[in-house]
């Protein structure tokens, strides 16, 4: 027997939730009718269900945030005893049920492809919780070293918070890109009434695209070279000299959007950017 619980992607509870709700966005997105993933979420994580009452536990521990050690491990206590207090037997029934709904409904392998920021500390969670069943000690110290250390994580104010975000964010843009895809579409509502199909296209292969980098960088050389071409179409057309110089410098630009070896979200910013544009000029 190993020294180490091993953890299990396709039982950890948190996970299992956190990839649920991102597959929402991408159901809104491929305009899935059926709402699949949001039915399943309100089916198997509601209040009455072991799942649900699992999931509060796994959110307990990664959301609170003590300054004392004491106080940390004085929590983790008491979710584990909450955790005992589950009915075991129909928790895995109903986790059995979960991931036959999400095999019937999804590529099993696409669906589980996403990477989770949160990872480390939600298979930390699974292995204090498994280790109380397979009588672990190793792993759970472990484990449970992990998850104080995160509960006791440094507060910090908003804006050195938002700065630290954002930092992470440009070093680890695979993990979060479903959270620039929440900023672009809310950022760009604000500004215009709603996402033309360009556009919303271009966010179903930022999201779906996850992984595969190569893939997204081909998709967004393709659609560059044609934005460039549409602009430099409506050239002729322009009488105003000022209008056309910022125009010329626009096309110019378009080139940067194809640099580099991966897609970087400025890029996506400034391609959302330049579909707009051509929707400007063609209303024009």
Same mark, same amino acid.
């Given at each position: 027997?190993?020294?180490?619980?091993?953890?299990?992607?396709?039982?950890?509870?948190?996970?299992?939730?956190?990839?649920?709700?991102?597959?929402?966005?991408?159901?809104?997105?491929?305009?899935?009718?059926?709402?699949?993933?949001?039915?399943?979420?309100?089916?198997?994580?509601?209040?009455?269900?072991?799942?649900?009452?699992?999931?509060?536990?796994?959110?307990?521990?990664?959301?609170?945030?003590?300054?004392?050690?004491?106080?940390?491990?004085?929590?983790?206590?008491?979710?584990?005893?909450?955790?005992?207090?589950?009915?075991?037997?129909?928790?895995?029934?109903?986790?059995?049920?979960?991931?036959?709904?999400?095999?019937?409904?999804?590529?099993?392998?696409?669906?589980?492809?996403?990477?989770?920021?949160?990872?480390?500390?939600?298979?930390?969670?699974?292995?204090?919780?498994?280790?109380?069943?397979?009588?672990?000690?190793?792993?759970?110290?472990?484990?449970?070293?992990?998850?104080?250390?995160?509960?006791?994580?440094?507060? #910090? *104010? /908003?804006?050195?918070?938002? $700065?630290?975000? =954002? &930092?992470?964010?440009?070093?680890?843009? +695979?993990?979060?890109?479903?959270?620039?895809?929440?900023?672009?579409?809310?950022?760009?509502?604000?500004?215009?009434?709603?996402?033309?199909?360009?556009?919303?296209?271009?966010?179903?292969?930022?999201?779906?695209? #996850? *992984? /595969?980098?190569?893939?997204? $960088?081909?998709? =967004? &050389?393709?659609?560059?070279?044609?934005? +460039?071409?549409?602009?430099?179409?409506?050239?002729?057309?322009?009488?105003?000299?000022?209008?056309?110089?910022?125009?010329?410098?626009?096309?110019?630009?378009?080139?940067?959007?194809?640099?580099?070896?991966?897609?970087?979200?400025?890029?996506?910013?400034?391609?959302?950017?330049?579909?707009?544009?051509?929707?400007?000029?063609?209303?024009?």
């Amino acid at each position: 027997m190993s020294s180490k619980t091993k953890h299990s992607k396709i039982r950890n509870t948190g996970i299992l939730f956190e990839l649920l709700t991102r597959q929402i966005t991408v159901d809104v997105l491929n305009n899935d009718k059926k709402g699949s993933a949001a039915n399943i979420l309100k089916e198997f994580f509601n209040k009455k269900t072991q799942l649900g009452k699992e999931y509060e536990l796994y959110r307990v521990l990664t959301v609170e945030n003590y300054t004392s050690e004491i106080k940390a491990n004085h929590l983790v206590d008491a979710v584990v005893k909450a955790r005992q207090k589950l009915n075991g037997s129909q928790l895995k029934r109903e986790k059995y049920n979960l991931i036959k709904e999400i095999k019937k409904t999804y590529d099993i392998n696409d669906f589980f492809m996403a990477r989770i920021p949160n990872y480390k500390v939600n298979a930390s969670i699974f292995k204090v919780f498994d280790s109380n069943t397979d009588g672990n000690p190793a792993s759970e110290v472990d484990s449970r070293f992990t998850i104080v250390e995160h509960v006791t994580r440094k507060q #910090i *104010s /908003n804006k050195k918070e938002e $700065k630290k975000l =954002v &930092e992470g964010y440009k070093k680890q843009e +695979k993990d979060l890109r479903l959270l620039a895809y929440g900023i672009l579409v809310e950022k760009f509502n604000k500004k215009y009434s709603s996402l033309s199909q360009t556009q919303k296209k271009l966010l179903k292969e930022y999201i779906n695209n #996850i *992984s /595969n980098t190569n893939s997204l $960088k081909e998709f =967004v &050389e393709t659609e560059t070279i044609k934005v +460039k071409s549409k602009l430099q179409s409506f050239l002729p057309k322009v009488s105003d000299k000022v209008t056309k110089i910022k125009l010329k410098e626009a096309i110019n630009q378009a080139e940067t959007l194809m640099k580099g070896r991966i897609v970087e979200d400025k890029q996506v910013v400034t391609l959302m950017r330049y579909y707009q544009l051509v929707k400007e000029l063609e209303n024009v």
